[in-house]
């Protein structure tokens, strides 16, 4: 075909031989007409067909002659290929071999077509395969290829349809079969020596695994392979990635699928409707919008942690490294690997956080790991907040402290000195809380409280340090402090876990604030519970009547009463063990007066004689006050028994409550229950987090710590940002720099200028106020405004005279 007919049009001479009218057709006109009558039109086909032959035939002619081609005809057999490859659903006896020709053209001659022409072939075949006339497994290795000829369009256009191709088998259901064949595809390339075509197979993989398409053990084993990669061009995409996975998974691009990115991002908040009415309608206006701010403050902190506690239970805290079946096997050979590499410093760092990450997360025990960074931890070293980052994830409550302890002194001793700078000590004491949060065993007495006086310290940043770092062993071990640095601890005891010491749950977790809610709803209130007590009391005392009576006489002699008194004394002690003291030294000054008098009965009764029987009536008189006197002794002590039975009552009722399950029948949790706890727990996060930022008062009897020290799983499952460990202190401004700033910050502004000036410069109407002082007021309105003024100067002249000057000094 000659190159004249490069044009998009066919010769009306060729349509005239086939018996149709004269017309010019192009292709894609041609090609719209054959979709609605292809039986009609199946001469035009083949006549196309064979202009595509020929066209080929000459393509490969002019490029064996000479290194260049003809543009337009190169360009005439891509427009070909694209007319052939949509027409061949319809045709697909007469165009049978169409396919195998445009991929062994890809095939063999990929690299010296042009790339105009490599750019209309490829889509002609991604249109093959999306209509499954190619199988996907013999156009992956094709397009695998086409990515590492260096042709940057024709990479992005083979790689996204991989990818896409892929997603698209997928997207309904997993099809198992086929991910497998290209799976061991992929997999068989990523292990291939040739650099280029194994980093092209692990973008690919590494892609799909961060869009969940490949979301298993196997694509998650590859990837972690390809670290121990003999080109480093392998190996450095494949630690990246699994580095930055985490951090990428909570930010995934936008062309991930939107399916994918629509979570619950709407989590549960608890706050009170009283602190929400009071922040909108009580108080003055400022005091109102202090209280908006606070609450919307207390609400989006508590949105983040409910936010987070969702993302650990779902696949946001994932990482590729959980899915290794190795992984101290892994561990140790990347290890290996970092003693001996020669690679540069960015890669051994990234060799280093891969293995630390690994480490924590799956708590394994690598004793030569702590060795190897101690010989780096130095304040003027590179990168250091990332190494001490590195060393703190690979801690964890399995490794023994012995094997940290140099690493730990080391850190001590480098960072956190007077003739350090404060940003190095500021470095250190991070990393000691972080390292101390981990295996609390590291630090002893003497350390701790060293540690502590840098509180005192000038640079905030140090002092912020060294006060975290009181707080968190105030709630770990409370005795390595100083008793001033201690606080009000809530368990003055703690004690952190011996090495090996393992913690059984023996309950389900949030039950006691199940327990704790049955008690509300049973005990109703304290006002009930000490009446109960009471009423128990008075049976214990025999009756429910009031156990004495002070208008009633009783002519019964004083031993009597002194014994009534013994057996209700015995019988309180027999109820309350708390109050055996009081009721002894009651018992002993009771016996003991009833003794004295008696002797004195008995001594008078000798010397009178025959003079009691006829004073008998004079004696009873005279004994009535004494024996009332007794009576009110007696009920006093009765009393105070009384209040001390009362208390004890209350705390053994309250260890019964406590200890009663929560299910009389069987104990087993039903899901209305776990609903309940997941409430109460949700109210509980609210009341501590409106307490902490002022917007409920704190309970008395309230333990509410300041922060919740983790659990050490929680620890090993997330990533430690090194910028934490960072200090960030400003240093002083100079005058200039303040003069600078400030005159920056008028750079905006005109000049100064009095309200009062700019209203008279103002142009236009008159404003509303100015409206309003000007409107005519009613005389009703007027006689109302001036008694208003009067009753107004009238207060004003009377409390004019009684100002307080005062109090005179004589006086």
């Given at each position: 075909?000659?190159?004249?007919?490069?044009?998009?049009?066919?010769?009306?001479?060729?349509?005239?031989?086939?018996?149709?009218?004269?017309?010019?057709?192009?292709?894609?006109?041609?090609?719209?007409?054959?979709?609605?009558?292809?039986?009609?039109?199946?001469?035009?086909?083949?006549?196309?067909?064979?202009?595509f032959?020929?066209?080929?035939q000459?393509?490969k002619?002019?490029?064996?002659?000479?290194?260049?081609?003809?543009?337009a005809?190169?360009k005439?057999?891509?427009?070909?290929?694209?007319?052939?490859?949509?027409?061949?659903?319809?045709?697909?006896?007469?165009?049978?071999?169409?396919?195998s020709?445009?991929?062994?053209?890809?095939?063999?001659?990929?690299?010296?077509?042009?790339?105009s022409?490599?750019c209309?072939?490829?889509?002609?075949t991604?249109?093959?395969?999306n209509?499954?006339?190619?199988?996907?497994?013999?156009?992956?290795?094709?397009?695998?290829?086409?990515?590492?000829?260096?042709?940057?369009?024709?990479?992005?256009?083979?790689?996204?349809?991989?990818?896409?191709?892929?997603?698209?088998?997928?997207?309904?259901?997993?099809n198992?079969?086929?991910?497998?064949?290209?799976?061991?595809?992929?997999?068989?390339?990523?292990q291939?020596?040739?650099?280029?075509?194994?980093r092209?197979?692990?973008?690919?993989?590494?892609?799909?695994?961060?869009?969940?398409?490949?979301?298993?053990?196997?694509?998650?084993?590859?990837?972690?392979?390809?670290?121990?990669?003999?080109?480093?061009?392998?190996?450095?995409?494949?630690?990246?990635?699994?580095?930055?996975?985490?951090?990428?998974?909570?930010?995934?691009?936008?062309?991930?699928?939107?399916?994918?990115?629509?979570?619950?991002?709407?989590?549960?908040?608890?706050?009170?409707k009283?602190?929400?009415?009071?922040?909108?309608?009580?108080?003055?206006?400022?005091s109102?919008?202090?209280?908006?701010?606070?609450?919307?403050r207390?609400?989006?902190?508590?949105?983040?942690?409910?936010?987070?506690?969702?993302?650990?239970?779902?696949?946001?805290?994932?990482?590729?490294l959980?899915?290794?079946?190795?992984?101290?096997?892994?561990?140790?050979?990347?290890?290996?690997?970092?003693?001996?590499?020669?690679?540069?410093?960015?890669?051994?760092?990234?060799?280093?956080?891969?293995?630390?990450?690994?480490?924590?997360?799956?708590?394994l025990?690598?004793?030569?790991?702590?060795?190897?960074?101690?010989?780096?931890?130095?304040?003027?070293?590179r990168?250091?907040t990332?190494?001490?980052?590195?060393?703190?994830?690979?801690?964890?409550?399995?490794v023994p402290?012995?094997?940290?302890?140099?690493?730990?002194?080391?850190?001590?001793n480098?960072?956190?000195?007077?003739?350090?700078?404060?940003?190095a000590?500021?470095?250190?004491?991070n990393?000691v809380?972080?390292?101390?949060?981990?295996?609390?065993?590291?630090m002893?007495?003497?350390?701790?409280?060293?540690?502590?006086?840098?509180?005192?310290?000038?640079?905030?940043?140090?002092s912020?340090?060294?006060?975290?770092?009181?707080?968190?062993?105030?709630?770990?071990?409370?005795?390595?402090?100083?008793?001033?640095?201690?606080?009000?601890?809530?368990?003055?005891?703690?004690r952190?876990?011996?090495?090996?010491?393992?913690?059984v749950?023996?309950?389900?977790?949030?039950?006691?604030?199940?327990?704790?809610?049955?008690?509300?709803?049973?005990?109703?209130?304290?006002?009930?519970?000490?009446?109960?007590?009471?009423?128990?009391?008075?049976?214990?005392?025999?009756?429910?009547?009031?156990?004495?009576?002070?208008?009633?006489?009783?002519?019964?002699?004083?031993?009597?009463?002194?014994?009534?008194?013994?057996?209700?004394?015995?019988?309180?002690?027999?109820?309350?063990?708390?109050?055996i003291?009081?009721?002894?030294?009651?018992?002993?000054?009771?016996?003991?007066?009833?003794?004295?008098?008696?002797?004195?009965?008995?001594?008078?009764?000798?010397?009178s004689?025959?003079?009691?029987?006829?004073?008998?009536?004079?004696?009873?008189?005279?004994?009535?006050?004494?024996?009332?006197?007794?009576?009110?002794?007696?009920?006093?002590?009765?009393?105070n028994?009384?209040?001390?039975?009362?208390?004890?009552?209350?705390?053994?009722?309250?260890?019964?409550?406590?200890?009663?399950?929560?299910?009389?029948?069987?104990?087993?949790?039903s899901?209305?229950?776990?609903?309940?706890?997941?409430?109460?727990?949700?109210?509980?996060?609210?009341?501590?987090?409106l307490?902490?930022?002022?917007?409920?008062?704190?309970?008395?009897n309230?333990?509410?710590?300041?922060?919740k020290?983790?659990?050490?799983?929680?620890?090993?499952?997330?990533?430690?940002d090194?910028?934490?460990?960072?200090?960030?202190?400003?240093?002083?401004?100079?005058?200039?720099?303040?003069?600078?700033?400030?005159?920056?910050?008028?750079?905006?502004?005109?000049?100064?200028?009095?309200?009062?000036?700019?209203?008279?410069?103002?142009?236009?109407?008159?404003?509303?106020?100015q409206?309003?002082?000007?409107?005519?007021?009613?005389?009703?309105?007027?006689?109302?405004?001036?008694?208003?003024?009067?009753?107004?100067?009238?207060?004003?002249?009377?409390?004019?005279?009684?100002?307080?000057?005062?109090?005179?000094?004589w006086?």
């Amino acid at each position: 075909m000659p190159p004249a007919t490069a044009s998009y049009l066919l010769s009306p001479e060729s349509f005239t031989a086939s018996g149709q009218a004269a017309e010019r057709l192009s292709l894609p006109m041609l090609q719209s007409r054959m979709k609605m009558d292809p039986e009609g039109h199946e001469t035009e086909l083949l006549l196309v067909y064979r202009h595509f032959k020929s066209t080929l035939q000459l393509f490969k002619q002019q490029s064996a002659l000479s290194s260049t081609s003809d543009p337009a005809v190169s360009k005439y057999l891509g427009d070909l290929a694209m007319f052939l490859a949509h027409m061949i659903p319809f045709y697909p006896l007469d165009l049978a071999e169409f396919p195998s020709q445009v991929y062994d053209i890809l095939r063999t001659n990929a690299r010296t077509l042009p790339s105009s022409l490599r750019c209309h072939l490829s889509q002609a075949t991604i249109l093959l395969v999306n209509r499954k006339i190619i199988d996907p497994e013999k156009s992956l290795d094709l397009f695998i290829d086409l990515q590492i000829i260096g042709d940057r369009t024709l990479r992005k256009l083979a790689f996204f349809h991989v990818v896409h191709n892929i997603r698209r088998m997928n997207k309904k259901h997993k099809n198992n079969a086929k991910n497998q064949k290209l799976q061991t595809i992929l997999f068989r390339i990523l292990q291939e020596e040739e650099e280029l075509r194994a980093r092209r197979s692990l973008v690919v993989l590494c892609d799909l695994h961060r869009r969940k398409v490949w979301f298993d053990d196997r694509t998650a084993n590859a990837i972690c392979s390809a670290c121990f990669h003999n080109s480093s061009r392998v190996m450095v995409p494949a630690l990246s990635f699994l580095l930055g996975f985490e951090c990428n998974d909570a930010c995934d691009s936008e062309d991930s699928g939107g399916e994918e990115d629509e979570r619950s991002q709407n989590p549960q908040v608890v706050v009170s409707k009283e602190q929400i009415y009071k922040a909108q309608h009580m108080g003055t206006a400022s005091s109102k919008r202090k209280k908006k701010a606070k609450l919307q403050r207390v609400i989006l902190s508590m949105k983040k942690q409910q936010r987070k506690s969702e993302e650990k239970k779902g696949s946001n805290s994932y990482s590729p490294l959980t899915h290794l079946k190795d992984a101290q096997g892994f561990v140790e050979k990347l290890f290996s690997r970092l003693h001996t590499c020669n690679e540069r410093f960015e890669v051994r760092m990234m060799m280093l956080k891969v293995i630390a990450r690994t480490i924590g997360l799956h708590r394994l025990i690598l004793l030569n790991f702590y060795p190897f960074l101690q010989k780096y931890v130095q304040p003027h070293q590179r990168e250091v907040t990332n190494l001490l980052a590195a060393g703190i994830q690979a801690c964890h409550d399995e490794v023994p402290p012995d094997a940290v302890e140099p690493l730990f002194k080391q850190i001590v001793n480098q960072f956190v000195h007077d003739r350090s700078r404060p940003e190095a000590i500021a470095v250190g004491l991070n990393a000691v809380r972080e390292m101390c949060l981990r295996m609390p065993l590291l630090m002893n007495e003497d350390l701790l409280q060293d540690l502590a006086l840098y509180k005192k310290s000038h640079e905030k940043a140090v002092s912020i340090a060294a006060r975290s770092l009181i707080t968190l062993f105030r709630e770990i071990c409370p005795s390595l402090l100083v008793k001033k640095d201690r606080g009000r601890p809530i368990d003055p005891k703690a004690r952190p876990k011996a090495f090996g010491e393992v913690s059984v749950a023996s309950e389900v977790p949030g039950i006691e604030l199940l327990q704790h809610d049955g008690e509300l709803i049973a005990s109703g209130s304290d006002d009930d519970m000490y009446d109960a007590a009471d009423t128990e009391v008075n049976h214990s005392l025999g009756s429910d009547e009031p156990a004495f009576d002070f208008e009633e006489e009783n002519d019964a002699e004083d031993e009597d009463y002194s014994e009534e008194d013994g057996e209700d004394y015995d019988e309180l002690d027999t109820a309350d063990d708390d109050a055996i003291d009081d009721h002894d030294d009651l018992d002993d000054s009771d016996a003991q007066g009833s003794e004295n008098e008696g002797s004195a009965d008995v001594d008078d009764s000798d010397d009178s004689g025959d003079d009691e029987c006829k004073n008998n009536g004079s004696d009873k008189v005279e004994d009535e006050p004494r024996r009332k006197k007794r009576k009110l002794e007696v009920h006093v002590g009765n009393l105070n028994a009384a209040d001390l039975s009362l208390r004890v009552l209350k705390r053994l009722s309250g260890i019964k409550i406590a200890k009663a399950p929560t299910n009389e029948d069987d104990g087993i949790l039903s899901n209305e229950d776990f609903k309940r706890i997941k409430e109460l727990k949700a109210k509980k996060e609210g009341k501590h987090g409106l307490s902490q930022h002022g917007l409920l008062n704190k309970d008395a009897n309230s333990t509410s710590t300041a922060f919740k020290i983790p659990s050490s799983e929680q620890l090993s499952a997330k990533r430690l940002d090194p910028v934490k460990l960072e200090a960030y202190i400003r240093s002083k401004l100079s005058k200039e720099e303040k003069l600078a700033m400030v005159r920056a910050g008028r750079e905006d502004r005109g000049p100064y200028q009095a309200r009062a000036a700019v209203k008279q410069k103002k142009t236009g109407g008159l404003s509303n106020r100015q409206r309003e002082h000007k409107k005519v007021m009613p005389l009703a309105a007027k006689r109302s405004r001036a008694a208003r003024t009067r009753r107004e100067k009238k207060q004003l002249r009377k409390h004019a005279d009684k100002q307080f000057r005062g109090k005179k000094a004589w006086k």
